[in-house]
């Protein structure tokens, strides 16, 4: 089944503990995104990738860092959490090279952070 | 300085009846209008898309109208079912790096 997987599906952490949020897809996509949701804000997109080891800032990058060793894999890694960084996590997916790329981005369940 | 708006966050509508869902955008550099829709613990799913050249696209119950000189995007269900409740969200593409740019979203409500 071609899908995009997240874990933890829920954290509570505290305060400066370093995490790690996985996210992995099936499909061979070329792109890979983080977003992030907030009640009144919508998604943002925190970081992307179009490739292995091609990375790059989306709106919202502060506090947060990725890498990209594997097609597959697009972790997101929070060095040292903070409270403003609670809120709910999508990892996305789309392959290129298509008649419209980036447009039906497959997303993952979602993360749902708390940091107290 | 939010450049997708949808000013209703909610919408209730009977069961059969046509939901209509608005989506305003500032950028005019936008080339591409998605909708996507979330049920409760899952991720956003693709719905439908409309290129800035066109007015309207249509897929079966769904019809997605797009007024360039409005800035106005809207979707709309025809005949709405209670499967269809969710939460819809506007999008927006076209500033590069496979960016897409959302709305707040609307949640939708159909009631039997």
């Known amino acids: 089944e071609a899908q995009v997987t997240q874990n933890p599906r829920y954290l509570i952490t505290v305060t400066g503990k370093k995490l790690t949020v996985t996210c992995s897809q099936n499909?061979?996509?070329?792109?890979m995104s983080w977003y992030r949701q907030d009640p009144g804000l919508g998604l943002r997109q925190i970081y992307y990738?179009?490739?292995?080891?091609?990375?790059d800032k989306g709106d919202v990058p502060e506090g947060y860092k990725v890498s990209r060793k594997e097609k597959r894999n697009f972790p997101l890694i929070l060095e040292s959490p903070s409270p403003n960084q609670t809120s709910l996590y999508f990892c996305?997916?789309?392959?290129?090279?298509?008649?419209?790329?980036?447009?039906?981005?497959?997303f993952g369940p979602g993360t749902r952070l708390t940091v107290l | 300085d939010q450049q997708v708006k949808q000013n209703s966050p909610s919408l209730s509508v009977q069961e059969g009846r046509i939901s209509i869902l608005n989506c305003d955008y500032t950028?005019?550099?936008?080339?591409?209008f998605l909708w996507y829709k979330k049920y409760p613990a899952e991720g956003p799913t693709f719905l439908i898309s409309?290129?800035?050249?066109?007015d309207k696209n249509e897929d079966g119950r769904f019809t997605v109208f797009l007024n360039k000189s409005a800035k106005h995007l809207s979707l709309h269900i025809v005949p709405s079912q209670p499967g269809d409740s969710a939460v819809y969200f506007c999008?927006?593409?076209?500033?590069?790096?496979?960016?897409?740019?959302f709305g707040q979203g609307t949640e939708l409500s159909v009631k039997p």
């Open positions: 996305a997916s789309t392959a290129l090279g298509t008649a419209q790329p980036y447009h039906e981005q497959f």
């Open positions: 499909m061979n996509h070329e792109y």
């Open positions: 990738s179009m490739n292995v080891e091609v990375t």
């Open positions: 950028n005019s550099m936008f080339d591409y």
């Open positions: 409309i290129s800035s050249i066109k």
């Open positions: 999008a927006a593409s076209g500033l590069g790096g496979g960016k897409l740019i």
